[in-house]
């Protein structure tokens, strides 16, 4: 059984800094795609960054300059540095394992970050 359980959410304020953590169990985690994702309430979901087995890293325009995306393949956990947040940033954070073009991947139950202005 697969599970990612995310931790490292909460409330800080605009300019600040958070790291989301993701732990998976039940994968061969080394051999997948991570990624995380972000809903904002009312918006639709939206890939934050990805990782890939090979540490290919990729990020939303959004983000690019402000959050770092990196694994740890002895630990099952990739990681999600985000700094100099901003209020736009404030949403639901997901991770998501093993997506490929036929598979959506597996959900973590998600993580609340809400920034203030």
């Known amino acids: 059984q697969v599970q990612l359980v995310e931790s490292g959410g909460g409330l800080v304020q605009a300019g600040g800094s958070l790291r989301l953590s993701c732990a998976a169990s039940?994968?061969?985690?080394?051999?997948?795609?991570m990624a995380w994702y972000r809903q904002a309430a009312g918006k639709q979901r939206e890939l934050v960054a990805a990782?890939?087995?090979?540490?290919?890293?990729s990020y939303a325009d959004s983000v690019k300059g402000r959050f770092t995306i990196s694994r740890d393949n002895a630990k099952n956990t990739v990681y999600l540095q985000m700094n100099s947040l901003k209020p736009d940033d404030t949403a639901v954070y997901y991770c998501?394992?093993?997506?490929?073009?036929?598979?959506?991947?597996?959900w973590g139950q998600g993580t609340q970050v809400t920034i203030s202005s």
């Open positions: 998501n394992a093993g997506a490929t073009r036929y598979f959506s991947g597996y």
């Open positions: 039940g994968i061969t985690f080394s051999i997948n795609t």
């Open positions: 990782i890939t087995s090979g540490r290919s890293t």
